[in-house]
């Protein structure tokens, strides 16, 4: 999944900050590691990566990512913007200057 005529590298980096938390599980480290991939090879401040493109991109069932991404919310490594009917969500990284979608302001938070 990449933007515009860039290529995605063939890898993702995992920090070791996220390697080594003891909160969250294996699979949220993989998911954070390719949302954060997405959105740092994109140069946009957010992704669109759907439920059934990563848990097939890990080889995981649905259910697997939608834990992770909870995971991921609860403890703020991620921010995530729902949408109705189905449509993919939008994610960001937690903390740094997010553009809300409703009120197309810019806001900007403290980093986690």
Excluded at 59 to 65: E, L, Q, S, W
Aim: glycine share 8%.
């Amino acid at each position: 999944m990449s933007s515009g005529n860039k290529p995605e590298p063939p890898y993702c980096r995992l920090y070791r900050s996220i390697r080594q938390r003891r909160d969250i599980g294996s699979t949220a480290k993989m998911v954070y590691s390719t949302i954060a991939n997405i959105i740092r090879t994109s140069g946009k401040p957010y992704c669109w990566a759907g439920i059934r493109w990563l848990a097939k991109e890990h080889g995981v069932h649905t259910d697997a990512i939608l834990r992770a991404v909870r995971e991921l919310k609860m403890v703020g490594l991620i921010e995530i913007e729902p949408r109705p009917a189905r449509q993919t969500s939008r994610y960001w990284l937690g903390g740094g200057v997010r553009e809300t979608r409703t009120e197309g302001v810019r806001e900007t938070r403290t980093p986690v």
